[in-house]
C-alpha cells in the first residue's frame, strides 16, 4: 500500500480515537507516531523524536517556571491586581487577556507566549473564581490568530513571502499582514466574548481547586516571589529578543535555563518541579510531531492537495480557488504543522493564481492566514496543547469552539483580502 494512503489510514483512526477519547489522548498520540515507525513510513528512530523537539522542551521549563509563579504566590498576587483594575467581569477578562496575547504574539513567538502567559492566566482566574477553562482557551486562540499581524508574528507569514521572493514577485511588507491580522483578532475576540464562550466547558475543574489549595498553602515569601518574577521577565526578554539577536539563548533553552534557576534559587523544590510538569501535554505534542512529518514525508499532504485542486476543475475563478485553497490550508494544519502547511500551499497557490492570470498576493494571504487557524484541535499549535491539562480540556472541547471561529475568520478574510489584494 502506498505511504501516502497508509498515512491518511493512521491519521484517520487517530481523528476517531481524539474524538471519541476512547482511549487517552496522550496514548493516542504516541500510538500513531509507533504506528507510522512500524509501517516504515518513518525511520523507527524517528518514532520518538518528538520527545526531543525543542517546543516540548519549551513546554517542560515553562511548566516549572509557571509552577515556580504558584509556589511563590507571584501569580495569585498579579491575577488579584488584574482582578481590582479590571474586575471579576468574564468579558472584561476575557477581552484585556485576548488583546494583550494578541499584541504580545504580533511580535513574538505564540508558543513562547501562551507559555508565559499560562500561569498568570491561572492566578487571575484563581482570584476571579472564574474556572480557568473560561479564558485558557480564549488566550491560546488569540496567541494563534495575533500572529498573523506581523511577518515575523508566525512562521505561515515567513513561508508565504519567501515563496513570493522564490517566484520573482512583490513580497509583502512587514506590516502589511496587519489589514487582515488586526480585523481578524478583533472579529476573534468579539466572537469569543459575544458567542464563543457558550462553547466552553462551564464546571469547575480539578485544576481550579489544586489553584485555591495553593493560594491557602503559599508562603508568600516576598523574596522567593522577586526571584519567579525577575526570571520569568528575562526569560520573556529573551524570547522576544532571540530572533534578532543571535547569541542569546533559544526560546527552548531560555525556558530551561529559568526552570534550573527556579529551583537554585528555592522557588520551588526539585520534586515539586516535576510535578508541575503537566505530562499529558508533553506526550500529546511529541507524539504529533512523527505524525505530521510522516505526512509530509510520505506525500500524504500532497495527495489531499491534489485531490481538493482537481475537484475545481481547469478554470475555477479566483476567488473561488481562493476559498477552496484556505479551506484547504485550514484542514491541513488541524493535524500538519502550520509551517508544513504553508509551505506546501504557497507554491501551488503561486501557480494557479498565475494559470488564471491573477495576482498571487490574494491566495498567498488566504493560504498563510488559514494555516494559523488551526483551532479546532489540540494538536493544531503549539498554544492549544499547551493549555489543554490546565484547562482540562477534552478534544471536543476545540472542535467545538474551534469550527465556528474557523467559519468567522473564513468570512472575515473572504470579505477583507480580495479589498486589499485585488485579483487583478
Same mark, same amino acid.
Given at each position: ?21 476512547? %482511549? *487517552?489522548?496522550?496514548?493516542?498520540? &504516541?500510538?500513531? @507516531?509507533? =504506528?507510522?515507525?512500524?509501517? /516504515? +513510513? !518513518? ?86 473564581? %472564574? *474556572?480557568?477553562?473560561?479564558?485558557? &482557551?480564549?488566550? @491560546?486562540? =488569540?496567541?494563534?490568530?495575533? /500572529? +498573523? !499581524? ?86 520573556? %526578554? ?17 525556558? !530551561? ?168
Amino acid at each position: 500500500m502506498d505511504p501516502a494512503v497508509q498515512t491518511l489510514i493512521v491519521l484517520a483512526v487517530m481523528a476517531v480515537l481524539f474524538v471519541t477519547e476512547i %482511549i *487517552p489522548l496522550a496514548i493516542t498520540s &504516541m500510538g500513531g @507516531a509507533i =504506528a507510522v515507525g512500524l509501517l /516504515g +513510513i !518513518i525511520p523507527r528512530s524517528q518514532v520518538f523524536s518528538g520527545l526531543s523537539n525543542s517546543t516540548v522542551v519549551l513546554f517542560a521549563g515553562m511548566f516549572v517556571i509557571g509552577g515556580a509563579m504558584f509556589h511563590t504566590g507571584l501569580a495569585q498576587k498579579i491575577g488579584i491586581t488584574v482582578v481590582e483594575k479590571a474586575g471579576k467581569s468574564e468579558n472584561a477578562l476575557m477581552f484585556s487577556l485576548m488583546a494583550v496575547t494578541a499584541v504580545m504574539s504580533s511580535v513574538l513567538s505564540n508558543t513562547g507566549t501562551a507559555a508565559a502567559l499560562l500561569p498568570v492566566v491561572l492566578g487571575i482566574c484563581a482570584a476571579a473564581k %472564574i *474556572p480557568a477553562s473560561r479564558q485558557l &482557551m480564549p488566550m @491560546a486562540f =488569540a496567541a494563534s490568530i495575533g /500572529g +498573523i !499581524i506581523t511577518l515575523v508574528g508566525t512562521p505561515p507569514n515567513i513561508i508565504a513571502n519567501g515563496a513570493l521572493q522564490a517566484a520573482g514577485l512583490r513580497q509583502f511588507g512587514f506590516f502589511e499582514f496587519a489589514w487582515i491580522g488586526i480585523p481578524l483578532t478583533i472579529a476573534a475576540i468579539l466572537f469569543m466574548m459575544l458567542i464563543g464562550k457558550r462553547f466552553l466547558p462551564k464546571h469547575i475543574l480539578s485544576a481550579d481547586v489544586e489553584v485555591e489549595e495553593e493560594v491557602e498553602n503559599v508562603s508568600n515569601d516576598p523574596k522567593k516571589m522577586l526571584y519567579a518574577g525577575i526570571i520569568l521577565l528575562i526569560v520573556v %526578554i529573551d524570547m522576544a529578543l532571540s530572533a534578532s539577536i543571535k547569541w542569546l539563548p533559544s526560546l527552548s533553552m531560555a525556558a !530551561i535555563i529559568g526552570a534550573i534557576l527556579c529551583v537554585l534559587t528555592g522557588c520551588l523544590k526539585e520534586k515539586e518541579a516535576y510535578i508541575s510538569i503537566d505530562w499529558v501535554t508533553i506526550f500529546l505534542f511529541a507524539g504529533m510531531m512523527p505524525v505530521a512529518t510522516a505526512m509530509d514525508k510520505s506525500g500524504a499532504g500532497k495527495l489531499i492537495a491534489d485531490t481538493v485542486i482537481a475537484i475545481m476543475g481547469d478554470n475555477p475563478s479566483p476567488y473561488f480557488a481562493t476559498a477552496v485553497l484556505f479551506l484547504l490550508s485550514c484542514i491541513l494544519t488541524q493535524f500538519m504543522s502550520n509551517t508544513a502547511s504553508c509551505a506546501l500551499l504557497a507554491p501551488i497557490g503561486i501557480a494557479i493564481a498565475q494559470g488564471m492570470g491573477a495576482s498571487p498576493h490574494a491566495v498567498l494571504m488566504a493560504i498563510a492566514v488559514a494555516a494559523s487557524c488551526a483551532f479546532a484541535t489540540p494538536v493544531g499549535t503549539p498554544p492549544n496543547t499547551i493549555v489543554l491539562g490546565p484547562g482540562e480540556y477534552s478534544f471536543m472541547d476545540y472542535v467545538k469552539a474551534g469550527i465556528p471561529l474557523i467559519v468567522v475568520c473564513f468570512v472575515v478574510s473572504l470579505v477583507i483580502i480580495p479589498m486589499v489584494w485585488p485579483f487583478f
